[in-house]
């Protein structure tokens, strides 16, 4: 069984420009969770997906937005950036139910963003 | 809220030493427990989970954890250490709040092992 596959895994951006992530799932998997890792501020939370609706969301700008597909795909989009958006991005995958589920997450290698 | 505190941010062994990583949570209900290894360059592997039950929990790894609620503790063992073992170590609370999932993490404890 595939893991959690995202594309692209290393990108160099300049300021005021704007990113697309993308991150495909585990088959079967409904739930996608995306996080942002920086040195400074660890992991955080950035928000989840399931079936096509935003179910949770962290405390970020509106510049970090995502959707999910209806084959559960999910992309995360950031505009404007800043300097402080270089980070690695985690997509993670669980199979979700409507009422939740065991938390268990499964995390991709991560989209690696520089911001110059 | 919840939170995870790791109160080391670094450790060293040496080899076929034992290990223990200390984490401690807040949360109101019963928690959901995770740690979660990563290695330079890479996303984050599971290595042992705990929802209920036995206190004891096995990982991958040769790695366990014990729940202590009186604690308020999940701290990550192994009795002997690989040089393999070297990489940072996080651990994460559940959150299900809006009927979703979100991990709240520990900063993560890097781990040296020395041979």
């Known amino acids: 069984k595939a893991g959690v596959t995202q594309t692209p895994r290393y990108l160099i951006k300049t300021r005021g420009q704007q990113v697309t992530l993308s991150c495909s799932p585990i088959?079967?998997?409904?739930?996608v969770s995306w996080y942002q890792q920086t040195p400074g501020q660890g992991l955080q939370f950035l928000f989840e997906?399931?079936?096509?609706?935003?179910?949770n969301k962290g405390n970020f700008p509106g510049r970090f937005s995502g959707r999910q597909f209806s084959n559960s795909r999910s992309e995360m989009n950031v505009s404007t950036l800043e300097l402080g958006d270089s980070a690695l991005y985690l997509c993670?995958?669980?199979?979700?139910?409507?009422?939740?589920?065991?938390?268990?997450?499964?995390f991709g290698e991560g989209s690696r963003l520089t911001v110059l | 809220a919840q939170s995870v505190t790791q109160p080391d941010i670094h450790i060293t062994v040496s080899e076929g030493a034992s290990l223990e990583l200390r984490c401690n949570y807040s949360?109101?209900?019963?928690?959901?427990l995770f740690w979660y290894v990563q290695s330079p360059g890479q996303g984050l592997q599971l290595l042992l989970k705990?929802?209920?039950?036995?206190?004891l929990v096995q990982g991958i790894k040769g790695f366990e954890a014990e729940f202590k609620r009186s604690q308020s503790s999940f701290n990550l063992r192994k009795p002997s250490v690989h040089w393999s073992d070297a990489a940072e170590y996080f651990c994460a609370v559940a959150n299900f709040t809006g009927g979703g999932n979100k991990l709240t993490f520990g900063t993560g404890t890097q781990l040296k092992v020395e041979l």
């Open positions: 993670a995958s669980s199979y979700g139910t409507s009422g939740g589920d065991t938390g268990e997450l499964f």
């Open positions: 949360y109101g209900a019963t928690p959901y």
């Open positions: 705990y929802f209920s039950g036995d206190t």
């Open positions: 997906y399931f079936s096509e609706t935003q179910r």
């Open positions: 088959s079967g998997h409904r739930s």
